[in-house]
């Protein structure tokens, strides 16, 4: 049996759990689901319908939004009284954090960002996991009775497998420190660029860019195509865009069907965020920069001649 | 207030890695571009930086690693951390569990002369194992609460206000000091080291302890690449001729 942290935001899942319920179903045809927070209950059809069969919703007065240390001892107290043969869930920012905190409790090994799980009954478990981003893939030993691991984010995609799911509710036991740190406020403008998640096309800057003006003819590329800017980590230190369009590693994993890279190189850092893209453009003075071995389509030319041009003639062309 | 950052040696690849003969390292001879941190642990000394200039006390660089991990501690030495200590191992990798034990041993030991520990910054996953968990494990040690994933962080009065990025908003967190707080690229703009910055840190004290390597219980065994359709861009011209071939990709594509 597995047991599947499920990541939600005050009762809205995150899909990336369902993803993490479709790996589980592909290990056990157990699944059996931890949901923590009252409002929680509204996703038991969701995790039904993918196959979960039991889902236990952690319900208490403390439990008021997220709260990362009690949903591990919530975890904690499933895995002692199931005995599962793997605690997973998805690799969200939640779901590896949850994951950590439980691998802290329990003092057992956590693989995150994992690619693919094949369990052991002598409790040497064979994961592959992501390093850098996903441009390299570890194969690893886990050595824990109970396997911990967060699947990477779109390594599986989630099926609908029905279960008449059963719903326990269970009060875990808690300490006032479990419920020290907790999600105690909420602020707008956070800037974590769901814009550009979400973007369609992606018009993106680099060093070649040259300044923050330079963006001018990106900004208005963006706007004519009805998609977003992005940039390099290059640019978001020198201060010319704000960090929320930083694409990559360390910035946001992006996957429209236009990536256009004005001026970027294609560390792998920045491939990282983007290699997801259905058709990438590089317009780069340099033929051999590492972009051209990623990118399906290229100009070799100074951006600064070629995007001016380049916003007139997308004008022009759309009437 | 006494803050100890935690930062991580590594290599730094143009366009591809490349592998040893035994697919168990990435090749650092023949590829070597040289090392690096991850942004995310540059943005956490600069955090340090900030909060010593407004709090006052001092900031310290504990890094577990090869000797060499001193060079990157004298870069952050550069921009204003006040010390270093490399817990050096002979390259072997360490999981995250030993590593948080052997970190947390040395916050644990504190400043000499300036007492213990009120804070303890790293980012939210290293640079190239991206483990998400040895801040969590060295809080669980030290019996200190931590907050993940943090894009803000003002301190006052001994509590840390610390704000996560979720989509569109952001999540607020306060959390009473001692704590550890992993950070994220984007909390601040890390600054250059200046000239005068590299001198004084060449002055500024480097210790280096043994580290004591247990068993892995998470293994490596093998890296490998990840199989990339093999591209090279069909090129479409050179400057501005060939913006007519670039618009009719747009209308083939269907994004005008
Ligand atoms: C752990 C880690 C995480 C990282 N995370 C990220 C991340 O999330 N995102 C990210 O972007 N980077 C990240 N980086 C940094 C990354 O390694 C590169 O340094 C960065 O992506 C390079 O940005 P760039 O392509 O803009 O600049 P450069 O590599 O300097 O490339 C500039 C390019 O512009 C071209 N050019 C110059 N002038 C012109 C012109 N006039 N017209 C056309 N082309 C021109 C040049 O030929 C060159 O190819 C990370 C690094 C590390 C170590």
């Not at chain 2, 407004?54 to 921009?79: F, P």
Request: glycine share 10%; hydrophobic share 45%; proline share 5%.
């Amino acid at each position: 049996m597995i047991v599947v942290y499920a990541d939600h935001d005050l009762g809205i899942l995150d899909p990336l759990s369902l993803q993490a319920v479709t790996a589980a179903k592909a290990l056990d045809a157990d699944v059996q689901v931890l949901v923590v927070g009252a409002d929680g209950r509204s996703t038991a059809d969701e995790l039904g319908a993918h196959g979960a069969t039991v889902v236990h919703l952690a319900v208490h007065d403390a439990l008021t939004d997220y709260t990362p240390l009690a949903a591990a001892r919530a975890a904690q107290q499933l895995v002692t009284e199931l005995s599962p043969q793997a605690v997973i869930s998805a690799g969200t920012p939640r779901g590896n954090e949850v994951l950590a905190h439980l691998g802290a409790l329990l003092d057992a090994p956590m693989s995150a960002d994992t690619v693919s799980i094949t369990l052991s009954a002598s409790g040497d478990h064979e994961v592959v996991r992501n390093r850098w981003g996903g441009n390299l893939l570890e194969t690893a030993i886990v050595h824990a009775p109970v396997l911990l691991a967060t699947i990477a984010p779109h390594t599986v995609t989630a099926v609908e497998s029905p279960e008449s799911v059963t719903m326990r509710e269970f009060t875990p036991a808690l300490d006032p420190i479990d419920t020290a740190v907790r999600v105690i406020d909420r602020t707008g403008g956070g800037g974590g660029g769901i814009g550009l998640a979400d973007a369609r096309v992606i018009v993106s800057g680099g060093r070649g860019v040259g300044s923050a003006e330079g963006f001018e003819s990106l900004d208005q590329l963006a706007e004519l195509l009805g998609g977003a800017v992005g940039c390099s980590r290059v640019v978001t230190s020198a201060g010319w865009r704000p960090h929320s369009e930083q694409v990559g590693q360390t910035g946001t994993k992006v996957a429209p069907d236009l990536y256009i890279a004005c001026g970027i190189s294609g560390a792998t850092q920045h491939i990282a965020g983007c290699r997801s893209a259905k058709t990438i453009i590089a317009i780069n003075t340099d033929k051999d920069a590492p972009i051209m071995g990623f990118a399906h389509y290229a100009v070799i030319g100074d951006l600064h001649s070629v995007m001016p041009a380049l916003v007139e003639a997308t004008r022009a062309a759309k009437g | 207030m006494n803050i100890a950052v935690c930062v991580k040696r590594v290599p730094l690849s143009g366009g591809r890695w490349v592998l040893n003969a035994d697919s168990t390292d990435i090749d650092t001879e023949s590829s070597f571009l040289g090392f690096t941190l991850s942004p995310h642990e540059e943005c956490a000394a600069e955090a340090a930086v900030q909060l010593v200039e407004a709090n006052g006390g001092s900031s310290t660089v504990i890094s577990l690693g090869v000797a060499e991990s001193a060079e990157q501690i004298r870069d952050l030495l550069a921009v204003g951390i006040d010390r270093g200590v490399v817990v050096e191992t002979d390259g072997t990798e360490w999981d995250p569990q030993a590593t948080a034990a052997a970190l947390t041993e040395q916050v644990r030991a504190g400043v000499p002369d300036a007492g213990a520990f009120d804070l303890v910054l790293l980012g939210t996953e290293a640079a190239d194992t991206a483990d998400y968990q040895v801040g969590i494990r060295m809080a669980h040690a030290l019996g200190w609460p931590v907050v993940t994933n943090v894009k803000g962080l003002t301190i006052s009065d001994g509590v840390a206000r610390c704000e996560r990025a979720v989509g569109s908003h952001r999540e607020v967190y306060e959390v009473a000091l001692p704590a550890v707080i992993t950070v994220k690229d984007g909390i601040n703009i890390p600054r250059y080291p200046s000239v005068p910055g590299r001198i004084k840190a060449r002055k500024k004290p480097i210790d280096t302890v043994a580290g004591e390597h247990p068993a892995p219980r998470l293994e490596k065994v093998r890296l490998e690449l990840p199989e990339v359709e093999e591209r090279s861009a069909t090129v479409l011209g050179t400057g501005a001729d060939a913006v007519p071939a670039l618009v009719d990709v747009f209308r083939q594509i269907g994004v005008i």
